[in-house]
C-alpha cells in the first residue's frame, strides 16, 4: 500500500507563488505515474497534472499550463508542485495521487489514479 501526504497549502494573495509537496510512504513509488488534482467548493475534483514515474513526461490542463510545474524526486518518495501566478480560481483542495505500477498516463482528462493523499488546501484571496 502507498499512503500519500501532501503538505504547503496556505493562504496566499493573487499573484503569488506556492510549493506543495507529497511525501509518499509504505514503497517506492518510483513505478507509479503520479500527480495533483484539485476540487473547488460546488466543483467536481479534476487533474491539474500529472507526471510519468520516470519523470520524462508530465501533463497540464490547459488552465494551470505556464504557471503550475510538477516534479519528483524518486530517491527521496517525493513529489512537487510549484504553482506560481496564483489567482483566485485556483482556490481548491489539492489532492496528491498515485497510479498502479508502471501505468501509462495518457492524458489529464482521463488519468484515474488508484492512490489518494487526504488534501491541503490552497486559498487564493484577490
Known amino acids: 500500500q502507498v499512503q500519500l501526504v501532501e503538505s504547503g497549502g496556505g493562504l496566499v494573495q493573487a499573484g503569488d507563488s506556492l510549493r506543495l509537496s507529497c511525501a509518499a510512504s509504505?514503497?517506492?513509488?518510483?513505478?507509479?505515474?503520479m500527480g495533483w488534482f484539485r476540487q473547488a467548493p460546488g466543483k467536481e475534483r479534476e487533474c491539474v497534472t500529472a507526471?510519468?514515474?520516470?519523470?520524462?513526461?508530465?501533463y497540464y490542463a490547459d488552465s494551470v499550463k505556464g504557471r503550475f510545474v510538477v516534479s519528483r524526486d524518486n530517491a527521496k518518495n517525493m513529489v512537487y508542485l510549484r504553482m506560481d501566478s496564483l489567482n483566485p480560481e485556483d482556490t481548491a483542495v489539492y489532492y496528491c495521487?498515485?497510479?498502479?505500477?508502471?501505468?501509462?498516463?495518457?492524458?489529464?482528462?482521463?488519468?484515474?489514479?488508484?492512490?489518494w493523499g487526504q488534501g491541503t488546501q490552497v486559498t487564493v484571496s484577490s
Open positions: 507526471i510519468s514515474w520516470s519523470g520524462g513526461k508530465t
Open positions: 509504505g514503497r517506492t513509488v518510483s513505478n507509479n505515474a
Open positions: 495521487a498515485a497510479d498502479r505500477d508502471y501505468q501509462i498516463i495518457v492524458d489529464v482528462f482521463t488519468w484515474m489514479p488508484y492512490y
